[in-house]
């Protein structure tokens, strides 16, 4: 049925490079806010990543400097640059509406980073 799918996620070493992606079951130039949310085991979902409609982006202290957020109209996707990754990067990446109700929430994609 119709849900969010996230893909791209991997093992990587430290210091390297992912690109996740998320395909929206929606318009998502008609959704306010999207985001990207990560959850290691044993942890809180913690918010990551946004994206508005217009474009405006914010990040959590933690990834700042190293991951970008970007969405694509056109492919209804939105998508996670994510360099100079860290071990303590690794959890489980999920993307839905970052204001107001969620989706459903996807099966998340798997980021490693190993030492």
């Known amino acids: 049925q119709v849900q969010l799918v996230e893909s791209g996620g991997g093992l990587v070493q430290a210091g390297g490079s992912l690109r996740l992606s998320c395909a929206v079951p929606g318009r998502v130039s008609s959704i306010n806010a999207m985001g990207w949310y990560r959850q290691a085991p044993g942890k809180q979902r913690d918010l990551v990543a946004t994206i508005t409609s217009g474009g405006s982006t914010n990040y959590a202290n933690s990834v700042k400097g190293r991951f970008t957020i970007s969405r694509d109209n056109a492919k209804n996707t939105v998508s996670l640059q994510m360099n100079s990754l860290k071990p303590d990067d690794t959890a489980v990446y999920y993307c839905?509406?970052?204001?107001?109700?969620?989706?459903?929430w996807g099966q998340g994609t798997q980021v490693t980073v190993s030492s």
């Open positions: 839905n509406i970052a204001r107001g109700p969620p989706l459903r």
